[in-house]
């Protein structure tokens, strides 16, 4: 095999553009330039810039412009978006962390899209997009969080690591960001690449449901890593760690199943000495063996990362649904499912919620005098009862 030089580019780094000249004039290629896609994925050695990843969301635009929207039902619009336009940023969205301006932009499209806007023509969007892209477990419709789910994509690459003992780019992401001090959740991402900072945002999140089973200690922060008890120990012991000199330090290198080696800055009253017995008496229970240290995934039965597991955890919006599952799994069509979805959150257009947006001069129900609002028009409206 030959390397077509005709098909080839030379980029360079650092070097000024007559040399760069010279070097393409003695392999017969051209001259290229940052960013280069490779497997899809466009390669920069700085920040993408919003002309970089226009195209992606040019993209989504014209899938959803080709689509009928005002032909389909809430139901159907929902399957196509979860099914085909998210997918559309998936691959790159493993690989780089999406600006803010990029995630609105597409859920932007993806509302006008539900909502109906079409060209000039405007419709109002009933919910606000953060409850419309919850899990309908938490109340929301399903519609994939865009910023949840590169998040979850992203912390994906720790699993990789880990699994994987013998990889050239292991070896490489290993010696250039020194994840082994003391693991590769708390490395330094100051001077890193977009793609390793990316990474670090996601697992420096994705942290907090991990707990370490001890081999050795040399990868386990003694105070910040959980690996005694459900909680890190500067959680159970804060006041021995304020005070302590070796914050940074590893369990390897502090204890060695019998002694504990911490100095501090300075003396301690009688709650801390309490609170010093206490944690050597904790600590004894983990003891240390000849096995290398082995993360943990909580949020799993089997301790295996997994996106769908992290996405739901980061998902979850702090309160929980009073309705949950259990209201898609009515008997009814599917399109009745999202009627009774906007009824349950009082988003649907009765003249109440109309009013809040534009004004109208007559707020009474259809059927009687009343103000109209969907409490009143399907329990309270003495006509309505009748039916």
Known sequence: MKI???KSDLITINVDECRAKSFAQIF?????????????????????????????????????????????????????LCACIVSIPAYLMAFVKFPKWAINAINSQMAHFLWGNMGDQHKFHLAK???????????GLGIPNIRDYNMALLASWGKIFFMNNSGDWKN??????DVNC??????????????????SWALQASTNF???????????????????????????????????????????????????RLSFRRCVDHSGLSDWGMLINHIKNYPLSDSTDTPVWDLESKGIYSVKSFYKCINF????SPFGHSLWKTLCPQKIHVFLWLCLYNKSLTRDNVAKRIIIEDKSCLFCSEDESIQHLFLECVNSSLI
């Open 28 to 80: 017969c290629c051209n001259i290229g330039s940052f960013p280069i896609k490779y497997l899809g994925v466009p390669l920069h050695y700085d920040k993408l810039r919003r002309k970089d990843l226009q195209p992606l969301i040019d993209k989504i635009i014209k899938g959803i412009s080709g689509w009928l929207g005002r032909y389909l039902t809430f139901k159907g619009k929902i399957v196509l």
């Open 129 to 139: 997009w953060g409850l419309v892209s919850r899990k309908k477990d938490f109340g």
């Open 172 to 177: 490489v992401i290993t010696y250039k960001y």
């Open 210 to 260: 991990y707990h370490w089973k001890i081999g050795n200690g040399a990868n386990i922060s003694f105070w910040h890593d959980v690996w005694a008890g459900e909680c890190s120990l500067k959680v159970s012991f804060w006041k021995l760690f304020d005070i302590c000199n070796q914050q940074e330090c590893v369990v390897g290198q502090v204890w060695d199943g019998i002694t504990l």
């Open 4 to 6: 077509n030089f005709h």
């Open 317 to 320: 919006g702090g309160v929980v």
């Open 182 to 199: 003391p693991n590769i959740f708390w490395t330094r991402t100051k001077f890193g690449s977009p793609f390793w900072k990316s990474v």
